[in-house]
């Protein structure tokens, strides 16, 4: 008798402890392991870059960090994991990243495919031009013009939508190759957010300029899977917590800041 209380009580340890764990496929179950893979970009200054020296630095490392630490992630069980604009929402549904930190802005055509925490920043799009260009003045002054943007981006399909429908389109896939083409005079200007141009310009302060006439509004967002909402709640806390004990701030002013880009205020955090 008393080895069957033991089996018994055995069986009922290992119950509880199962219905204790995280489900292993979600963010919260990963998370339980202290791991978690993140999809960056490695090419944006101040926001997201793999220095040549091996390190990564920026405003979203620093925002992916923080979160990962709430869910029990030391920063050295991250392994960071290059995304771009046209591989974000597959880089998730495959499941070759947890979650995604990346100038993500939150649509609702991407909300079919994935889902968001946040948004942890608010920008707009805006245009970067040759520091000597004086004719460049907005959006809708780029007819007869080339602009550039990444691959898998929608920016540059949306001044031609809205503002200039003769602008020629040219596609890149990455920043670097079109902040390079416009500094060679193979384009006439970059569009994307406004905060991923202030990094350029801060690379090129004598050579470069943003108009810094934003013709949007961009809500960023850390893209998860969908059917997580505990992993997406718990994200949403994180970001709350990195604004509400100054983090957030002091990340903004360290690697913005030296940009001159306009540090805006916190968003709320209400994205479901």
């Known amino acids: 008798m ?8 055995l ?13 292993p496929n979600t963010l919260l179950g990963k998370a339980d392991d202290g791991h978690l893979t993140i999809g960056i970009r490695f090419d944006q200054p101040g926001l997201a870059e793999h220095t040549l020296d091996g390190r990564f630095t920026g405003f979203d490392v620093d925002v992916a960090e923080f979160v990962a630490e709430q869910l ?6 991250i392994t960071w994991r290059e995304t771009t604009s046209a591989t974000r929402e597959t880089d998730l549904t495959s499941g070759t990243v947890d979650l995604v930190v990346a100038t993500y802005s939150i649509t609702d055509q991407r909300k079919q495919v994935i889902a968001f925490a946040g948004p942890y920043f608010e920008t707009g799009q805006d245009l970067l031009v040759r520091r000597s260009d ?36 040219v596609e890149y896939p990455r920043y670097p190759d079109c902040v390079t083409a416009l500094l060679a005079g193979q384009v006439d200007a970059v569009t994307t957010d406004g905060v991923i141009l202030a990094g350029y310009v801060t690379q090129n302060p004598e050579l470069l300029k943003v108009v810094g006439r934003p013709f949007s509004t961009e809500r960023y967002g850390i893209g998860l899977r969908q059917g997580d909402p505990q992993g997406q709640a718990a994200l949403d806390d994180a970001i709350r ?8 701030a002091e990340s903004l002013r360290v690697n913005i800041g ?3 880009y306009p540090l805006p205020a916190p968003p709320a955090v209400t994205e479901r």
């Open 11 to 23: 069986l009922l340890l290992t119950g509880l402890t199962a219905c204790s764990s995280a489900d």
């Open 241 to 248: 917590k990195m604004i509400d004990t100054g983090r957030w």
């Open 72 to 77: 029990g992630v030391h920063p050295s069980g």
């Open 2 to 9: 008393p080895l069957v209380r033991v089996i018994l009580a």
């Open 134 to 169: 004086t004719a460049i003045t907005g959006p809708e002054t780029l007819n007869g013009r080339r602009l550039c943007s990444v691959t898998g981006s929608t920016p540059a399909q949306e001044v031609k939508k809205r503002f200039a429908q003769a602008v020629q389109l």
């Open 258 to 260: 030296p940009s001159g």
